[in-house]
């Protein structure tokens, strides 16, 4: 079956420094992958989208920029948090135009 | 682009009592998914249900049921029967994968009283 795995849980980090959050998925091969980040009340709001290994689209400008080294591996990253990076990221893949996202654990990214 | 628009940030339930949670979107797909999502305080992401846009026929999954309709481009969230597990924030999301990922509303979070 399939599984995906986001690590680390939660994360605080000083204004300034770098980030690198990572996603990984097993049981599956060739998957959509995602990054999304909830902010409260605000819902999901779609980050980055990849088709497959460096393979990236950026929804939104911002301080953060995404990475697909490998097949099944996504990764967040930032050279300089800003105080406004804070929030919940959650990894997220799909098999192509088929019916659901599936979704990690998540992480809790206070910038401090 | 797509939008989904939940207009009850909170709902207040008894246990037992019937429950429905309310959303509207907006596509220029023709063909299309639309699910609802809990995420309970852990914010681990559950699928609760599916709709197929092309399917009249409404979903359900035991005490889950939806109200699809099509025209109106409404797609609510009934639960019977709540149980004191089923508060959580309730997320409603339509798309079809590929590029857009999926959309979803800002969410309701539904509160079950003993």
């Known amino acids: 079956s399939q599984t995906i795995h986001q690590w680390p849980a939660t994360l605080v980090q000083p204004v300034g420094s770098p980030l690198s959050l990572e996603c990984t998925v097993e049981?599956?091969?060739?998957?959509?992958l995602y990054w999304y980040r909830q902010a409260a009340g605000r819902g999901l709001q779609l980050l980055f989208y990849?088709?497959?290994?460096?393979?990236i689209s950026s929804e939104v400008p911002q301080n953060l920029s995404a990475s697909r080294p490998q097949d099944r591996q996504f990764i967040l990253s930032s050279k300089k948090l800003l105080l406004s990076d804070s929030g919940f990221y959650l990894c997220?893949?799909?098999?192509?135009?088929?019916?659901?996202?599936?979704f990690g654990q998540g992480t809790r990214l206070t910038v401090v | 682009a797509q939008t989904v628009t939940q207009s009850q940030p909170e709902m207040s339930v008894q246990e037992a009592e019937t429950v429905t949670l309310s959303c509207t979107y907006d596509?220029?797909?023709?063909?299309?998914?639309l699910f609802w999502y809990k995420q309970p305080p852990s914010r681990q992401m559950i699928l609760v249900i599916r709709?197929?846009?092309?399917?009249?026929q409404n979903a359900t999954e035991n005490r889950f049921s939806v109200n699809f309709q099509k025209a109106a481009k409404s797609f609510s969230l009934k639960i019977s029967d709540s149980q004191l597990g089923d508060a959580a924030m309730y997320f409603c999301?339509?798309?079809?994968?590929?590029?857009?990922?999926?959309?979803f509303g800002k969410g309701t979070h539904l509160i079950i009283q003993p």
């Open positions: 997220a893949w799909m098999q192509g135009f088929v019916t659901e996202a599936f």
């Open positions: 049981g599956t091969s060739n998957p959509n």
């Open positions: 990849s088709v497959g290994i460096g393979q």
């Open positions: 596509t220029s797909e023709s063909d299309y998914y």
């Open positions: 709709q197929e846009a092309y399917k009249q």
């Open positions: 999301a339509e798309g079809m994968g590929g590029a857009d990922g999926l959309t």
